[in-house]
């Protein structure tokens, strides 16, 4: 699976509440997923790449959307922008991987039944 994505997958993967989306989407203005026709949030892998660093930054070292923010800058600006652009590439295969992993169980359970 390809994006766009919905925000639901999104809070499914990314394991947090549709109020932290959007909260860091406030928060981060290099945060912006484009809109649907009708308003909805459309994510890309572009987007769940850069939402599970943010996911990291905050939850894993514990850091404020403010400092987040400058370690997402440094990285796309600085020195680490080689290594961070790597690591884009492989969080954005995971990310498909996921999507692909939980359509094919859809399958597979429909099967089942």
């Known amino acids: 699976m390809s994006g766009p994505y919905r925000t639901g997958d999104v809070e499914r993967l990314l394991g947090v509440g549709e109020h932290v989306l959007r909260y860091w989407e406030h928060a981060l203005p290099i945060l912006s997923p484009s809109r649907s026709q009708s308003g909805r949030r459309a994510w890309t892998d572009a987007d769940l790449a850069l939402l599970l660093r943010v996911r990291h930054l905050v939850r894993d070292r514990g850091l404020t959307l403010e400092a987040t923010l400058t370690v997402l800058i440094e990285e796309r600006t600085g020195l680490g ?33």
């Open 81 to 113: 922008v080689d290594s961070a652009a790597t690591l884009g590439e492989a969080r954005a295969v995971l990310i498909r991987a996921w999507f692909e992993s939980r359509a094919l169980a859809g399958r597979l359970a429909s099967r089942v039944k």
